[in-house]
């Protein structure tokens, strides 16, 4: 069964950076799948932040453009999402998601204070 293990996240100041990972175990299809970060705050619908297909091709919401980078290494079978320039309105729980298998990892709270 293909399990998504989060890890990273945390507390920052604006400005600062983190850096979040997902790895998947018990999954062969991780080099051909789409992987994804979404994030959701409170009171509001979970929104896509960025992608990244099998070819390494990238996706990302216009709000983290230039400061957010997804990255994949297929050989650990494990998604990054290294976050920069980190600002208040992006305080969330985010989620990480393999898309050939619709299966979500469980969340990790990302803070940023002001």
């Known amino acids: 069964q293909v399990q998504l293990v989060q890890s990273g996240g945390g507390l920052v100041q604006a400005g600062g950076s983190l850096r979040l990972s997902c790895a998947a175990s018990?999954?062969?299809?991780?080099?051909?799948?789409?992987m994804g970060w979404y994030r959701q705050a409170p009171g509001k619908q979970r929104e896509l932040v960025a992608d990244?297909?099998?070819?390494?091709?990238?996706k990302y919401a216009d709000s983290v453009k230039g400061r957010f980078t997804i990255s994949r290494d297929n050989a650990k079978s494990t998604v990054y999402l290294q976050m920069n320039n980190l600002k208040p309105e992006d305080a969330a729980v985010y989620y990480c998601?393999?898309?050939?298998?619709?299966?979500w990892g469980q969340g990790t709270q990302v803070t940023v204070s002001s």
């Open positions: 990244i297909g099998s070819n390494d091709s990238t």
């Open positions: 018990g999954s062969f299809i991780f080099s051909i799948s789409t």
């Open positions: 998601y393999l898309q050939a298998a619709r299966r």
